[in-house]
């Protein structure tokens, strides 16, 4: 079975560009999340959508990052522009809907470097 | 508010050694799930437990085993006979009303020849 795919695996670009990252949840799982972890914070959440509905952006650090869920099948997050504290890796993960007790399987992530 | 700490940063123990990582937890749900997550070198998360909190039953799976012991807030993991492969970052995490988790800081584990 596939699992969460995301894409990039890797990004390096340069400060104040856009970066834009994608992620194709499993099959059938309705809730779609976005995380960053870097070494100082660990993981953060930053987004949650159910049923393709964002429910909770609040951990989304400032205008400048934005995400969106147009069908049940695909995902993007996207920074613009991009400074060079965005660098961690960002990982989206998907669960079945609405059931908190239902595990996040997540995606390999994007590691993300700004210059 | 939920919390997890896992005090230990860091193990390093010999191959074959068995190995106990530590969690404590806090909320004040009544109903709330506890999952451990592995983390490998290469760097993605899988998902290796689930446990609720009205299931206070240990669970062998292997070489792992968990502990879960309301009394103390306490959801600790056993792997017995540690291998190479068990190296990596292990997170245990809680969650409540809704699907977010809380994950704790993570130990990191090295398991040497």
């Known amino acids: 079975d596939a699992g969460v795919i995301q894409s990039p695996r890797h990004e390096v670009t340069e400060m104040g560009q856009e970066v834009t990252l994608r992620c194709k949840p499993i099959s059938g799982h309705n809730s779609l999340f976005w995380y960053r972890q870097t070494m100082m914070r660990g993981l953060e959440l930053l987004i949650y959508?159910?049923?393709?509905?964002?429910?909770?952006d609040s951990g989304m650090p400032e205008d400048r990052f934005s995400a969106k869920m147009p069908n049940a099948s695909f995902s993007t997050l996207k920074i613009q522009p991009s400074e060079p504290r965005d660098s961690a890796v960002y990982f989206c993960?998907?669960?079945?809907?609405?059931?908190?007790?239902?595990?996040?399987?997540f995606g390999d992530g994007t590691r993300l470097s700004i210059l | 508010a939920q919390k997890v700490t896992q005090a230990q940063t860091e193990i390093s123990v010999v191959e074959k050694e068995d190995v106990t990582l530590d969690c404590v937890y806090e909320t004040r749900d009544t109903t709330y799930y506890l999952f451990w997550y592995k983390q490998p070198p290469s760097g993605e998360l899988v998902f290796l437990i689930r446990r609720n909190s009205f299931d206070e039953q240990n669970e062998i799976s292997g070489r792992y085993s968990w502990n879960f012991q309301k009394s103390t807030s306490s959801f600790n993991f056993t792997i017995t006979a540690s291998q190479v492969v068990d190296s990596a970052v292990y997170f245990c995490v809680i969650t409540g009303g809704g699907n977010k988790l809380t994950f704790g800081t993570g130990t990191q584990l090295k398991v040497e020849l």
């Open positions: 959508f159910n049923n393709n509905v964002p429910i909770d």
């Open positions: 993960a998907s669960s079945l809907e609405g059931y908190s007790n239902q595990p996040q399987h």
